[in-house]
């Protein structure tokens, strides 16, 4: 494995098909960080935190530990979650390391969908010099290879059993446009209410009332209903003044959408903490803070964002 720092970020995929080669391709860049001098922070599933902090036999001190299961649950928020990282222990001359497994077995399509979109962004969000490196492990035995090959695309560096080598498919002039295409079509039947500058408060009732028919967690409706809120403003403030919301129920999850006649061109909003003069892009934030998960499409014709709320 090749392990010095440039200047700038290193962006890796460690493909591995069982426990042991987890370990050992994870192992190997957390000793060479650790020799190095970096700070670590790893973001994986308790499960194989459980695993790492017992081959390491308490020699931690210079890694931290997340569940990525409850801080990723979400892809739109693991984005933040690096740019902490890097702020807080990146200097001239003293990189970092990171792992980070956004992508497991039990995901939804939406979430995969979402997991992919968030590692092509990695490489925009840290095209800025800062010199640390990015890990992020996929379980070559559980997924399809149409998976894979997203990883290899998303991924400038590649990493094995047979070693490191530079991605093929992946294109470094190539720039994410994770806001093209069509979201799918609901399968069953949808609530719909078109709402203009005096509607909003009429489209947060709207809301309340399905999400409490869907039987939602109290803590689950009043997030739904702020994000809602914060959406429906920026339609009416920052697109065509109008807008529509649909609901729908899929499996254990309601789905609500907002549609408006705006265009969203900046790749990254949601996943910036926009500044304190921004005229946009802080609606999006908020609903990326409080929802389970968030898609956001925009086309010439308008734009589309997709909450998903879990029912108990």
Known sequence: MIC???????HEALFYDDDDAFLDGTLEFIEAGAAAGEPMLVVVDSRKIGMLRGELNGDTEQVSFLDMEQVGQNPARIIPLWREFVDANVRPGAGARGIGEPVWPARTAAELAECQLH???????FDDGDAWSLLCPY?????????LEEA??????LT?????LASPAFDADAVPRPFDGELPEPAGPVSELRFGAADVAAARAFVMAHAEDAGLERVSIENLVLAVSELATNSVQHATGAGTVRLWTEEDSLLCEIRDGGVIEEPLVGRVVPPAD??????????????????????PQG???RIHMRRP
């Open 4 to 10: 010095e720092h440039g200047d700038s970020f290193r």
């Open 139 to 147: 379980d070559s035995s559980a997924f399809p290879e149409d998976v």
């Open 152 to 157: 290899r695309r998303s991924h400038p560096v």
């Open 119 to 125: 590692e092509a962004l990695l490489n925009v969000a």
């Open 160 to 164: 094995g059993s047979g070693g490191e």
């Open 278 to 299: 921004a005229l946009g892009g802080r609606g999006i934030w908020i609903v990326n803070q409080l929802c389970d998960l968030v898609q956001v499409r925009s086309l």
């Open 303 to 305: 734009t589309a964002v």
